[in-house]
């Protein structure tokens, strides 16, 4: 019996060490999840992500590590936005970052040419700072 009591302690400590490892070094790493993900997305989303409109069916987010200075970056990536329709997307993505109302809200959208595709980025800045 204290072999199995001694067995069981030694994994439980174990366990709870490679635990605790896994979530030290997941701080400094990025997350990239689609809203398929439903943990992910309900956990790491930001509400202003949640409610940019969807100019494309190939999105994906980003949950960035957070910056020493209290900084959270979080993005949506819409793939695959068609040249010609590039400043459309744009504007209408930049007429909801200037009517969305929330004092830690900072967004910006821009979009980059990627593997000969567009990507529009919309990118989620909050500092939680009331000042």
Known sequence: MKKLS????????????VFYCYFKIKVFT?????????????????????????ISDDFYFIAHAQEFNGL????????????SEIDVKIEKISN?????????AVMSVFAELYNGQYELHV????????N
């Open 96 to 104: 909801f970052i200037e009517s969305y109302s929330d004092p830690h």
């Open 30 to 54: 990025d997350d990239r999840y689609t809203q398929q993900d439903i943990f992910l997305y309900l956990l790491l989303t930001p509400k202003p992500l949640k409610e940019v409109p969807r």
């Open 123 to 130: 990118v989620y800045y909050d500092t939680k700072d009331d």
């Open 72 to 83: 959270q970056k979080s993005e949506l990536i819409f793939r695959g936005v068609p040249a």
């Open 6 to 17: 001694r067995a069981l302690i030694f994994f439980l400590i174990t366990f709870l060490a």
